[in-house]
């Protein structure tokens, strides 16, 4: 007879954990659990809803529809018609875009290891914390924040055959006769914006090198000068192994951004003379606005987003963290 009420009182207690009952309240109501409406299973969807949206609308859409584009005879202005993939089998049939491609690869082969290598040099620079260090930094990186554009149409006047800064400098220096014409010469063209890119991106390049150096542990460098290593060996033993994943960064950020080199070569050659400096982005730039061949140019366009997307991860994993 008396196990029966114990048996009661131990289901109610059960029944009072399950509901809630007997805990403590604030300001007379009990605190929220984990299946309570303040933190209800979909929140994270409703907070996450406009992103997603975001990125449907002006990634994926635009994605798609010209992805649709590329499989058109789109004009630009006029009618057009579905032409299945017979822009993408005659991608490579064009000579000018072939140019364009061989020319890119050159161009970003030419400008990728300066612009690592004066980076990190001039991270080395400026990675101490003496004095003058921050207005070093300042110098270096400004080229970056006036921008290629800007540095472009700079450059138009001052490589001037003969009332340019270029050739008045380099006549002072007794290189030239002060008269060169730089931007109707293929190879000089090329040279030149070579040198204009490294000096304008290589800014990017210390900054973030120079972060990447700046979280290597001071110890790690105290206990190297105790060993007795010289300077570069404290660099290639030290430094560099860990701020790979920096460098990995630096350059395939240096190579995306050669690949799709377009402002400076439009503003200072336009692809000139000829056809001699046309980049891929200039070669679909004409296909697509000049030529009025939209549907080709956004083929080119996808199939160039396709090689980047390819270069991007064999980069990565060439550069990777290796165990």
Not at 81 to 110: C, E, K, M, S
Not at 161 to 173: D, I, K, Q, Y
Not at 234 to 248: F, G, K
Not at 255 to 260: A, F, H, M, Q
Request: glycine share 8%; proline share 5%.
């Amino acid at each position: 007879m008396s196990t029966i009420p114990a048996k009661r009182t131990s289901g109610s207690a059960s029944r009072s954990r399950r509901s809630g009952a007997g805990r403590p309240t604030v300001g007379g109501r009990r605190p929220a659990t984990r299946n309570s409406l303040t933190h209800p299973p979909r929140t994270g969807a409703f907070l996450v809803t406009p992103a997603i949206a975001f990125v449907a609308v002006f990634v994926l859409a635009p994605l798609l529809f010209a992805l649709y584009i590329s499989l058109t005879n789109w004009p630009l202005i006029g009618p057009y018609r579905f032409i299945g993939l017979q822009n993408y089998l005659t991608l490579f049939q064009d000579p000018t875009f072939v140019h364009a491609i061989g020319y890119t690869l050159l161009y970003t082969a030419i400008v990728t290891v300066p612009i690592l290598a004066l980076g990190y040099f001039l991270a080395v620079v400026v990675r101490a914390r003496r004095r003058g260090s921050t207005f070093l930094r300042t110098v270096f990186f400004l080229p970056y924040v006036v921008g290629l554009t800007t540095l472009s149409f700079t450059l138009v006047l001052e490589a001037q055959p003969n009332s340019g800064a270029v050739n008045m400098v380099l006549r002072w220096l007794g290189i030239t006769d002060g008269s060169t014409a730089w931007l109707v010469n293929g190879p000089l063209a090329t040279l030149l914006i070579c040198v204009l890119v490294v000096w304008a991106v290589s800014g990017l390049t210390m900054v973030l090198l120079m972060s990447a150096m700046q979280g290597v542990p001071d110890e790690v460098y105290e206990s190297a000068q105790l060993e007795g290593a010289s300077w570069w060996q404290t660099e290639r033993l030290i430094t560099l192994p860990m701020i790979r994943s920096t460098v990995a960064l630096s350059v395939i950020i240096s190579v995306i951004g050669s690949l799709l080199a377009f402002n400076q070569f439009y503003i200072l050659t336009q692809g000139g003379p000829g056809t001699e400096t046309t980049t891929i982005v200039n070669a679909i730039y004409n296909r697509g606005f000049v030529n009025l061949q939209l549907g080709a140019a956004t083929a080119e366009s996808i199939a160039l987003v396709v090689v980047i997307a390819a270069v991007t991860v064999f980069q990565f994993w060439a550069l990777r963290e290796k165990d």
